[in-house]
């Protein structure tokens, strides 16, 4: 017969010690659990999720959001971009950005379709001042907010650009539609130190294969969808030499649909474990090596689907002229 407990409100071993090792647990795992307990295992701070080099634990979730539009969508937070119908003009600022603000979410979209063809478009000094005037716009400091960038359509809208780099300020999504980008020798974006996300619609980018290390994209980290792009290398100083994605310090989530790869190398042997990279109806013409098998990549997650094979050589190519550019004067 066992004896009778003289402590008969003690609680259980288990109560009293799992309590406290559960809590370290969660300290230890951190936003990686809050991340992806919310909106049915969708990140809820995509910008945490990237920067906190969380993507390469987040492996079941990187196949979720490569195969799940709307939540790649929500991911991006493309909501942003569809808020209040009308807002305030910012005067005394280049190309006169419209401010939108709804429900704690801002917009700034950035109509660019009077521009002359070939003109520059001064992106990056208008991302600057409109951190620095934030306060008088009745933004919130730290909120992140939407920029849109669209023109009349890629073959109407030629403009030439400098590198996009995210400002220093709160995070912000990126969207980029109907327009031709001419880059100076340099990335579409080159973003070492923040995270970035970005959407391209209807784009034609040129002009980045130049400089040292040319790629398109070179970023700490980033999450891109691009739909009815063409990336045409050939018109740098360094025809044929660019890689697409230069991802080095930690992640990249990327989905490119229904476009066009020419001149360029995809850069997916280089990219960092766990990122993840889905190509869907685009075709890959005169690349300088062959694509990676999916699969053949430890660790990168690279799915490539219906994705015609046009010719592959490694001798770069003449440089192009501009004027081959639909649309361009």
């Known amino acids: 017969m066992?004896?009778?407990?003289p402590n008969p409100d003690r609680?259980?071993?288990?109560?009293?010690?799992?309590?406290?090792?559960?809590i370290l647990i969660g300290v230890a795992l951190g936003p990686s659990l809050v991340t992806l307990a919310r909106r049915g295992s969708m990140p809820a701070d995509p910008f945490a999720f990237l920067s906190q080099r969380q993507v390469g634990r987040g492996a079941d979730v990187v196949k979720r959001l490569l195969h799940d539009d709307d939540l790649f969508q929500r991911f991006l937070r493309a909501e942003d971009t569809r808020t209040a119908s009308s807002g305030h003009v910012v005067t005394g600022t280049p190309l006169n950005p419209e401010v939108l603000a709804d429900g704690g979410r801002a917009l700034v979209r950035i109509d660019v379709r009077g521009l002359a063809p070939l003109q520059e478009l001064p992106l990056q000094a208008v991302l600057d001042e409109l951190e620095a005037i934030r306060p008088t716009l009745g933004l919130q400091s730290s909120a992140p907010y939407a920029v849109e960038v669209f023109g009349a359509g890629r073959d109407l809208t030629l403009l030439k650009t400098g590198p996009i780099r995210p400002p220093a300020g709160a995070p912000m999504t990126?969207?980029?539609?109907d327009l031709?980008?001419?880059?100076?020798?340099?990335?579409?974006?080159?973003?070492?130190?923040r995270p970035l996300l970005l959407r391209l619609r209807n784009c034609r980018i040129v002009g980045f294969d130049g400089g040292p290390d040319p790629a398109v994209f070179r970023a700490r980290a980033l999450a891109l969808y691009a739909k009815h792009c063409e990336?045409?290398?050939?018109f740098g100083s360094a025809p044929g030499l660019s890689t697409l994605f230069d991802v080095q310090t930690s992640g990249l989530i990327a989905v490119l649909e229904n476009g066009e790869l020419r001149n360029l190398d995809l850069g997916i042997s280089s990219l960092p474990h766990g990122s993840g990279v889905r190509f869907d109806d685009?075709?890959?013409?005169?690349?300088r090596s062959r694509p990676l098998?999916?699969?053949s990549r430890?660790?990168?997650?690279?799915?490539?689907?219906?994705?015609p094979l046009g010719s592959v050589s490694a001798t770069p190519p003449p440089r192009r002229s501009l004027s081959e550019l639909p649309g361009a004067p």
Do not use: M, N, Y
């Open 298 to 307: 430890r660790g990168v997650h690279f799915e490539i689907e219906d994705c």
């Open 180 to 193: 031709t980008l001419i880059c100076d020798d340099t990335p579409l974006v080159d973003a070492p130190d």
């Open 282 to 287: 685009v075709a890959l013409e005169e690349l």
């Open 231 to 234: 990336f045409q290398g050939g």
């Open 293 to 295: 098998k999916p699969g």
């Open 11 to 22: 609680k259980p071993w288990s109560h009293t010690v799992w309590p406290p090792i559960l």
């Open 2 to 5: 066992s004896k009778p407990d």
């Open 174 to 177: 990126l969207a980029l539609r």
